[in-house]
């Protein structure tokens, strides 16, 4: 696997041009196929069980993980090639890969890409694949046959391509059920076991499982996979199966299965006593002729398997030799080129090879397997060391003549071979190759290995290309981005130590504080960004300068130390400016905007909008979009609507011109489009928006922007949001902010369903949500969705009430306290958070206020009416939701002009909006109440978009009646009152009679026509 995976491609790729150099190979590979037997299946009841079990529950849509842990040659692999027949067998799609024997070389993804490569073959998995490398553009680096998207900027990161690698999965199990077998996990990449906890973490819908092998007594103590596996075994879905030796009875079956007959006990005996039931260890004794009274057997395992190879002729041993130092899948191009030998004596070689047993032969990658990894280690621990040597620098001579691809086993092979120069020099490219899949953890990995050999070098920086305080910085940056700030610092520390010059030494020093930052060491970072400071000379003034100071600027804004740092911003201007760097220029710009935000927001938009154009005459396109999401931002939340949409449209604009569509950059943005829209009522912008989402792809990033417009499809109650909810819902748990906005969207749609319960349990779930973003600035994410909550207990207080039901009366008024508590908390801490000015903030709070007046049975016309002023920047859907409450308190306290006047004003908003529950709702207020809508009854005869005969078989239906019934009732068939309920159960977004008839209260359309007037 090891060299089969970059060689084949690379072959693929020059077999076009160049004709393939061996032309007996093919003859060889595709006539040695399928020569491996393999005898009957033994034992292992109680596993396929459980195994079955879990296909069963993946086929229903919940997904699965298996862990199947063992000894080497316990039957683990065979034991995953049953469940691939058996899954096969249930029609689901099994895709497999496997690590390789030489351990992890630091080839990020290897099983996974493995396990893809056939999904490019068909057109529409091709689609989907391309369709997830949109999202994610290092997945196109990764799989063949995709474009890999170019993206300018680098804030995308890993869990971008973990997360479109689960939306394939989910994506590909719409077709048919989907298992991923993963084998020998001990051996993966870190890259790999990021996405094995990835998808057991986050996979929460799709026909999905998960199959993982790995060997229990490869994991010494600090072996990486313990903690992985530690964490899996807790979570609930997973099926972990240890798999025991044979018994005598099995070795027994085994045996007879491979020999095609029964053989005398006590050669069984022997065989059991010897291979401790081991089935492997088993067939190779039986293989060598144990229990033939003349054959004298060897002590260990790695002997009987080295007697056995020690049988074939030379040239198969030498085959075998050779293609052990590649690792356990060597093409045959590469193999040819090691072994050096007459295409005659080669093909000799491979046949006996491949006929004993120990090879077999893969015409499809063109490439040689071992036939199990224990007979590749026991080949290669028995090579001479001078042989070793001798062949690791044939596979890397002919490596380093590759193009692309393969430095990390390059790497590997160097170093085998004491070539510390090629390994320096191949260690640095193996570390591009992973930065250009998004692998840091990668990255990092070949990083250190090349510092460690920097010493060990002549010439170092010529052989790498760069100095050692630059790899350092970059492995600095490379354990940042894998989310080890300790580490980022502790190397950025060694670079600044060790810097050549006080220039170098002050960015080092500036990195430094940076990642202390990330860490939460803020006070250690402070003085790092000063040490910065005291390197760089203020004289004479130098880009250098500039940064620094601003970089201290920006650490002490983030230490809540605003005026220090405005005295730093004065002086990186200052800088700046004398060094010509409009970049720089912008940079300090967009950081006192940050600074003035809190006091003065008027002038942070001033200053945000100067950063934004230096940094776009700079040409510096992240400074840019800084400063351009800052500038959308605080005028959102100045509630200058017109100005934040605009800008929110430009970044979006200048996201997608730049391939950053997919970023975070590019997320937010189109996130602020729809949220903008969705305050100004510009709904069918926001349905037009979404629909460009792709549906099939529910990548987390999709997701997201999905999310943010789901407002829109909740108050017009069109059919999708049920849909896109329950597609969002399957993502718990991946992120909060998500999990948030999908929880208030829930509960929002539950109320105008009326079903109080779900609304309670998804204001709960988002209460949780927010609570998990925990970040100082983010605290008040929580007030929505506790002013949400406000307005459910406050219907549920209502109904209690009428009821007479005490307890729960009791209870809601004592949960909605709470959730006023916290919406009132929320708003005092606005100020700290830089948003004292904020309207969004104001109206949460008032509307809060407003439904606790509710709540409490006497809904508060004032409250109600500060509510709407406070919404009134712009927020029109919230304004007439708050008119609606307004016209029912005014009706209440009889002032029945007032009234009329408000429900007017928010029936018209409902109407332009086509918020349809909301309209109903306030049809039927005016009904109850008499008011008069000032629309014509036309209008009026058909709330929530129902006809006058699906509203009387409403009626009918909220009685109980059944279609006979009402089919008897209207004059009509049985038929046609089917298809009257079916129409009216879609129009009213619900799924069962139960459900319409709750609505149908809710909404107030139960009344006998009679009565509507
Ligand atoms: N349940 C079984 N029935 C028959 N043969 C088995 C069974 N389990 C293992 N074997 C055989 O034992 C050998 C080693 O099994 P394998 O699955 O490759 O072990 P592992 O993957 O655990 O190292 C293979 O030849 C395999 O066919
Ligand atoms: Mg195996």
Redesign the pocket.
Known sequence: MLAGFCHTRAASASDASAPFPFPRAAAILAGMAGESR???????AVELRRLDLALERAGQGSPQVVLVA?????????????LADRARRRGMRVLSGGCVELGDIGLPYLPVVDALRELADDPEEARLLAGAALTAPGLGRLLPGIEPAEAAGDDLDQLQVLDALRAVLVGLSERSPVVLVL??LHWADRATRDLVAFLARTLRSGRVTLAV?Y?SDELHRRHPLRPLLAELVRLAAVERLE?AP?TRA?VAE?LE?IAGGPLPADQVEAIHARSEG???Y??QLLAAGAGDAHVELPATLAEVLLARVQGLSEPARQVLRVAAVAGRRVPHRLLAGVAGRPEADLEQGLREAVGAGVLTSDAATGSYTF????LQEAVYGDLLPGERVRLHAAYARLLAAEPGGAAAELAHHCLASHDLVGALAASVRAASEAEAVLAPAEALRHLQRALALWERVAEPATVAGIDRVELTLRAAAAASAAGEQQRAASLAGDAARTAGDPAQAARAYERLGRYLFDAGRIEEALDARAKAVELAPAQPPSRLRARVTAAIAQALVNARRRDDARRWCDEALAAARAAGSAADEADVLSTLGMIEQYDDPANARTLFAAARAEAAGAGDLEVELRALYNHAEVGRSMGDLASAGASFDDGAELAERNGLDWSRFGIFTRRGQLAVRYLTGDWDECERLLAAVPELVTTLAAAQVVAQGLGVLVARARPAAPVRLRQLAGLAGADPFLDRDVAVWEAELAGWQGDLDRARSAIRRGLAAADAVGHFDQVLEGAWVAMNGLSVEADRAGQARAAGDAATLADATAAGRALLERVRADAERAPRAGLAHDVHVRGRRAKAEAEWTRLQGRSDPARWQAAVEAFSYGNVYAVARCQWRLAEALAVAGDRDQATAAARAAHATATRLEAAPLQSALEALARRGRLDLGVGRAAQRTPAGLTPRELEVLRLLVEGRSNRQIAEQLFISAKTASVHVTNLLAKLGVHSRLEAAAMARRLGLEQPAGLER
Request: proline residues 3%; without cysteine; charged residues 25%.
């Open positions: 393999q005898a009957g299946f033994v034992g292992r063992g000894d080497a040659g316990v039957g683990k692999t065979r034991l995953l090639l049953a084998e020998d092998s060997r798999l044979f099995e085994h299965a081991n089935p492997f088993a067939e036939r199990h990894a224990l």
